[in-house]
Nanobody, 121 residues
Framework: QVQLVESGGGLVQTGGSLRLSCAASGRTFSRYAMGWFRQAPGKEREFVAAIRRNYGLTYYADSVKGRFTISRDNAKNTVYLQMNSLKPEDTAVYYC??????????????WGPGTQVTVSS
């Protein structure tokens, strides 16, 4: 069992940056790939980024490639999402998830409650 809690969301202007964190409970964090997803009002949840459980291999949605960076610290049971050059279309609730390395939500077993990111124009 893994419990996830996101933090770091907030309101930022276009072009600004935010760093999201996702803290995991339990001693099995390093066994899981971690992903970030987001859901804007009236839209389906979409993949943002993923990182393998080790060796740091990462995977990004085209819409965030070059602007967002996912990383993890297995010693701290934490995964991060550094978001730069934010755009209004990045506004959404951001969720972290633990599971199999992929861009598909159904492969992730555990989810956090989400954190709101709002980018003003």
């Amino acid at each position: 069992q893994v419990q996830l809690v996101e933090s770091g969301g907030g309101l930022v202007q276009t072009g600004g940056s935010l760093r999201l964190s996702c803290a995991a409970s339990g001693r099995t964090f390093s066994r899981y790939a971690m992903g970030w997803f987001r859901q804007a009002p009236g839209k389906e949840r979409e993949f943002v980024a993923a990182i393998r459980r080790n060796y740091g291999l990462t995977y990004y949605a085209d819409s965030v490639k070059g602007r967002f960076t996912i990383s993890r610290d297995n010693a701290k049971n934490t995964v991060y999402l550094q978001m730069n050059s934010l755009k209004p279309e990045d506004t959404a609730v951001y969720y972290c998830a633990a599971g199999d390395y992929s861009g598909t939500a159904s492969t992730y077993e555990y989810w956090g409650p989400g954190t709101q990111v709002t980018v003003s124009s």
